[in-house]
């Protein structure tokens, strides 16, 4: 028969690998709040993925120009009606919260995008030349 260890060194045992679980565990999570920050993952996918946020840039822009900027002339007998209250409500909420949201965007935005577009224009920029007299 082996001999079972004692009650006090049990607790111990128990004790220490406790110890070792919260310590780890402490661990993951600092890690795992670092990778899931959302400026972290905005930053990530805004590196991986510029070049199809500049294409749907462009596309939402040119939508939203004209958007903004078209006749609002009826094209079919129902299109008043369907437009009233929607209008009206997304008109308000829009005329609302537009300020906001683009001073929020900005705030959060400017300083992911800035370095990313000032590394891509510096590539095309020519090295400086100083010139010699001969």
Do not use: C
């Not at 078209?70 to 609302?96: K, Y």
């Not at 935005?109 to 920029?125: A, C, E, N, R, T």
Request: charged share 20%.
């Amino acid at each position: 028969m082996a001999l079972q260890p004692d009650r006090q060194t049990l607790k111990l045992q128990a004790i220490n690998a406790l110890d070792q679980a919260r310590a780890n565990l402490r661990g993951g999570w600092a890690e795992a709040r670092e990778h899931w920050r959302p400026r972290n993952i905005i930053r990530d996918r805004v590196e991986k993925h510029h070049i199809a946020i500049a294409v749907g840039s462009v596309i939402a822009g040119f939508l939203a120009f004209r958007w903004l900027f078209s006749d609002r002339t009826p094209s079919s007998p129902a299109a008043p009606r369907r437009r009233s209250l929607s209008g009206f409500l997304l008109n308000g909420l829009w005329g609302m919260a537009r300020e906001p949201l683009l001073a929020l965007a900005t705030q959060q935005l400017l300083p992911v995008i800035m370095p990313l577009v000032s590394k891509y224009v510096s590539q095309f920029q020519a090295p400086h030349r100083t010139s010699t007299p001969e």
